[in-house]
């Protein structure tokens, strides 16, 4: 703080009226300064979980009334879109970079060839730099899938994370659970938990210890969650609530995935509580989303319409997750229907702890969405996946690079998830539009051709050996 300087040398009457400026203007100080502290940020992502999972999106059969309420109290999108699989989602988030960009198009999976440098660059500047650069305690916790622990025992301090709590995908060519009895790196060190923790909840008692800890000051903790990913498992808590508004003739995949949703909106519901035991509410942004599509092997009840997950798809179900927004005080509570990426979460984020960005990224500051004020929305949004996928999306139109356009109606969930595919003759100017965007996107390229990524499958025998002991 710089002092109030005063004339007269030692003369004590001097320094009496020094002393009594510089008291008051210290005193007039103090609420410019509380008033700017910088807000918290509790981003939570959930694992294989599309929209259609919850209540609040239109699921009739699981129960999720913590999530519910968060939406019915904060922002819900109806047009949040993501990667249909993990490894690009999660690259995407922490960069605010296109999959084509990075190079992360297909899922990554461990034991990983270690001269391949596969795993994300620690030149590509992440959330967690962002954020720590500023002054925020910065942690992670849940799952990375971002490249192999054994392999490059750095991750994730150098992608600009204090502190984690990562499940270990693989160690020594096995692959432990991420559920009962996890193998875990915690803050470097490497543990295999018994059967008796069940992973979910070590996860988020490491973040609200973390929370507990820097309360004082401003955080970022982000929560890349395993749940609801396979294997389907039931959790050890919440059966009768879970079970609430099963049908008798709900699927055994079925039941045992509404349990984890139920147990996922639960935890979700302990951090929303923690936050406001320590009286962090009205100063912590929280963030709830998902990496992808729900996985095929299971179908969601809403109302009459049932639909199959469409992880891995290029499809709306592929590739639409949720996206609710709290903030008690600041954010208005309702229903928005601009598109939001998670590539866009990086510089929204940022911009709302007004820490500019002073580097080239692809996603976009959508903070006003979040506040009901005017700003610039997304006119439409591409996506890349594997084997050369490619699609551009505006409000109504869906053209892929194989030429198909879609009509992508919102005014029934049949009728979004369906995707009429219109006759190629009709709707030429929206197809010339759309197409520009398409080529344009299509363009971009891997940007540092120095590291490769191994797409899941490919790696050779290591992967089959790993396979085979499992």
Known sequence: MKKVGTSG?????GKAVGFLVSLLWTLAFIPTVLSEKKPNI???MADDLGAENLACYGNTVYTTPRLDRMASEGARFENAFATPVCTPTRAMILTGLYPNRTGFLERLDSPLDPEKNNRLPVHIKTLGHVFQEAGYATAIAGKWHLGDFQTHPDQPESHGFDEHCLWVQYWDGDRPSRYYGPHIIENGLYTAHPEAVFGPDYYSDF???????????PFLAYFPMNLIHGPLIVPPKHKALAESKFPDDLGKNERKAGHMVTYMDAIVGKMLDKLAALGLEENTLVIFTGDNGTGGNLTSQLGSFHLRGGKRTMNEAGTRVPFIARWPGKIPPGERSAFFTLMDVLPTLASIADIPIEHEIDGMNLSHNLFGTTGNDRAFFAMAFEGDVYFVRDQRFRLHEDGRLHDVSVSSNEARYNMEILNPN????NRQRLQ?????FMAIHQTDTTYSIVPFGTNGDNFKNAQDKK
């Open 9 to 13: 040398g030692n003369n004590r009457k």
């Open 436 to 440: 520009q965007h398409l080529d344009a």
């Open 207 to 217: 973040l609200l210890d973390f929370i507990e800890r820097n309360q004082d000051r």
């Open 426 to 429: 009709l709707h030429a100017e």
């Open 42 to 44: 509790l981003l939570i």
